[in-house]
């Protein structure tokens, strides 16, 4: 029994793998249908297929942003989805400018939304390229006009995670 149970092991170790965003392969033939569907929310092909935001107007070096797990809430991972989408060209002034009113650069910025999730008590894991375990990340989310501190859960790895209370536009600031 235990050498089948170590076997068992071994084998869940050689041939598991990582899931992480990045980009899904379309068949070819699904290409028109899906290339419309991205172009209806201005996302190209791969952000769209990936729920990831990786290019937007008037930014360099933008970081890809992506939902990198199932949204938890009450403490218990669920089955929802976090809705990464992207913001328009004033949204994106207005978090640089929240990035350099404290001192720091904006990583991302993005629509987060989960339709249909009761979020009390929730928190969502971003895929943020770039972000390395330790590094001082602030997020901030625009509430009528004002950014206001999101509480960060944790910095690991290319991985932010906070506190989701509700859909609006947030800012990643290192």
Do not use: H
Not at 51 to 57: G, H, I, Q, R, Y
Not at 105 to 134: R, Y
């Amino acid at each position: 029994m235990k050498k089948f149970l170590a076997l068992s092991f071994a084998l869940a170790l050689t041939f598991s793998t990582t899931v992480c965003a990045a980009e899904t392969v379309v068949p070819t033939k699904d290409f028109p249908r899906m290339d419309t569907l991205s172009t209806n929310v201005e996302k190209a092909l791969p952000e769209y297929t990936s729920n990831a935001v990786s290019e937007m107007d008037g930014v360099r070096d933008l970081p890809a942003i992506a939902s990198a797990s199932n949204v938890v809430t009450e403490g218990a991972e669920t089955n929802a989805t976090c809705v990464v989408d992207k913001v328009d060209v004033g949204a994106i002034r207005y978090a640089q400018n929240k990035a350099a009113e404290v001192g720091g650069t904006m990583l991302a910025v993005a629509e987060l939304s989960a339709p249909g999730v009761n979020l009390v008590d929730a928190q969502v894991a971003l895929t943020i390229e770039g972000v390395a375990a330790g590094d001082a990340v602030s997020v901030f989310k625009s509430v009528k006009g004002e950014w206001v501190a999101v509480d960060v859960v944790a910095v690991a790895e290319n991985t932010v995670t906070i506190k989701f209370d509700s859909q609006g536009i947030y800012t990643v600031i290192k």
